[in-house]
């Protein structure tokens, strides 16, 4: 259960939820919970969780190390920083800084080697689901983000399920729609790395996710968790989604 807090919320205000998000969710077992904070809310944020099972990841990160790559911030750094996990290949990073397949397939690279969880993002857009094209486009991101891990590092990867239409638009996929593009993802899985790791792979659905769908989409056999991006701003509607 992951909260995608994009380009919102100052160390304070980070501070300020989670006085009011941990208590929340103190009690909740059998489930994952992570924030993703932007980098200046990093600290604030692993400092705060640190006593908690709650686990902090970045929204992205650059392949290399370290080098003269002003704006950038490397998986070492966030690892170093108290990062467990990080966000790949989002579509904002895909539509408005234009990420590739082949910057996603070495970002997770870098990801797993310096020990982070990636989550790894992939859907389609409205032009392209109109069009009939979604299997096309989930399948060229998967061949191009990951088909190339050899199987210890797929075994890391978690995947995130986002149609572009769906996300900060309102319009959520019915729970149908988000469990057929997670068999399309998880048959990719079992055709490149054999059924026990399909199994095992956690796919979580994101697009307009709140308190009130969540439990349908959990409901679902292929959808293993969700990554929250406005609702997960609010300290009370995450911690019901982390419940559902
Ligand atoms: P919304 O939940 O705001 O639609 O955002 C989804 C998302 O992009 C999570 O990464």
């Excluded at 994952?32 to 686990?55: D, F, N, Q, W």
């Excluded at 593009?181 to 079992?190: L, V």
């Excluded at 349908?216 to 300290?235: P, Q, T, Y």
Aim: glycine residues 12%.
């Amino acid at each position: 259960m992951a909260g995608n807090w994009k380009m919102f919320k100052t160390a304070q205000q980070t501070r300020e939820y989670l006085r009011e998000f941990l208590p929340l969710v103190e009690t909740v077992e059998g489930r994952e919970i992570v924030i993703c904070p932007p980098y200046p809310s990093l600290p604030a944020a692993v400092e705060m969780t640190a006593p908690s099972k709650v686990g902090v990841g970045g929204q992205n990160l650059h392949w290399v190390a370290e080098g003269a790559y002003t704006g950038e911030v490397s998986a070492q750094m966030l690892a170093a920083a108290g990062c467990r996990w990080v966000i790949i290949g989002h579509s904002e990073r895909r539509q408005y800084f234009g990420e590739t397949d082949e910057n996603v397939r070495k970002k997770t690279e870098a990801a797993i080697e310096a020990g982070l969880t990636p989550i790894v993002c992939v859907g389609e857009t409205l032009d392209q689901r109109e069009a009939g094209l979604t299997e096309e486009v989930l399948l060229t991101q998967f061949a191009g983000g990951m088909k190339g891990l050899n199987p210890d590092h797929f075994a890391r990867v978690t995947v995130a399920y986002e149609p572009v239409w769906a996300i900060g638009t309102g319009k959520t996929a019915t729970p149908e729609m988000a469990e057929e593009a997670h068999r399309i993802i998880r048959r990719q899985a079992e055709l490149h790395y054999g059924g026990a790791a399909a199994a095992g792979l956690r796919i979580l659905y994101g697009g307009s996710v709140k308190p009130g769908n969540a439990p349908a989409l959990m409901a679902k056999a292929d959808i293993d968790g969700v990554l929250v991006g406005g609702a997960s701003l609010d300290a009370k509607d995450f911690a019901q989604i982390v419940k559902a």
